[in-house]
T-cell receptor
């Protein structure tokens, strides 16, 4: 399996522009998570999906952020309009369903976002 | 309240020595999983080891072992015979199953480990 695939690896944009981050989870995984990592705040869970349905979006910073999962093999995280404080590494991760909570997260390589 | 607490922002260890990275957790769910991930400077997140809440024995994976003390709610990572390549950020994580946050993963703030030659 190719693992979790994120694109782009790097994104540089100007303040006010729309940014779309993409993620392809591992086939067969029921859960998809979006995390943001910064030096100041560490790893923050933004939102996660189960079977394409958003379960918890309480970590989404504000209305400028939105996430969708139109099907089991694709998810997007959109920031509109982007601001310099959104600069971070954004990770997508997927996991199988885990009754006994023993299934680990598989992470993508991350998208390094810089908003100028 | 913090679900996962890592109290050591940074640590140094001499090459070939053992080191313990601390992690405490908070959950009311009887069924949960504890994980450790390594993040080297290249940025990827690498899974190291897993411990289930019902596991009777401490998990081990090569040079990594997890010192699981359920009553204390601690899940410390022990790295034996440290190598220079162990220099990285280490994250403790928990997956629990409370009804409204089923299968949610919580991460600690991380510990930056530096291995000295």
């Amino acid at each position: 399996d190719a693992g979790v695939i994120q694109s782009p690896r790097h994104e540089v944009t100007e303040m006010g522009q729309e940014v779309t981050l993409r993620c392809k989870p591992i086939s067969g995984h029921d859960y998809l998570f979006w995390y943001r990592q910064t030096m100041m705040r560490g790893l923050e869970l933004l939102i996660y999906f189960n079977n394409n349905v958003p379960i918890d979006d309480s970590g989404m910073p504000e209305d400028r952020f939105s996430a969708k999962m139109p099907n089991a093999s694709f998810s997007t995280l959109k920031i509109q309009p982007s601001e310099p404080r959104d600069s971070a590494v954004y990770f997508c991760a997927s996991s199988p369903d885990s009754g006994p909570r023993n299934e680990k997260l598989f992470f993508g390589s991350g998208t390094q976002l810089s908003v100028l | 309240a913090q679900k996962i607490t890592q109290t050591q922002p940074g640590m140094f260890v001499q090459e070939k020595e053992a080191v313990t990275l601390d992690c405490t957790y908070d959950t009311s769910d009887p069924s949960y999983g504890l994980f450790w991930y390594k993040q080297p400077s290249s940025g990827e997140m690498i899974f190291l080891i897993y411990q289930g809440s019902y596991d009777q024995q401490n998990a081990t994976e090569g040079r990594y072992s997890l010192n699981f003390q359920k009553a204390r709610k601690s899940a410390n990572l022990v790295i034996s015979a440290s190598q220079l390549g162990d220099s990285a950020m280490y994250f403790c994580a928990m997956r629990d199953g409370r009804v409204y946050n089923f299968n949610k993963f919580y991460f600690g703030s991380g510990t930056k480990l530096n291995v000295k030659p």
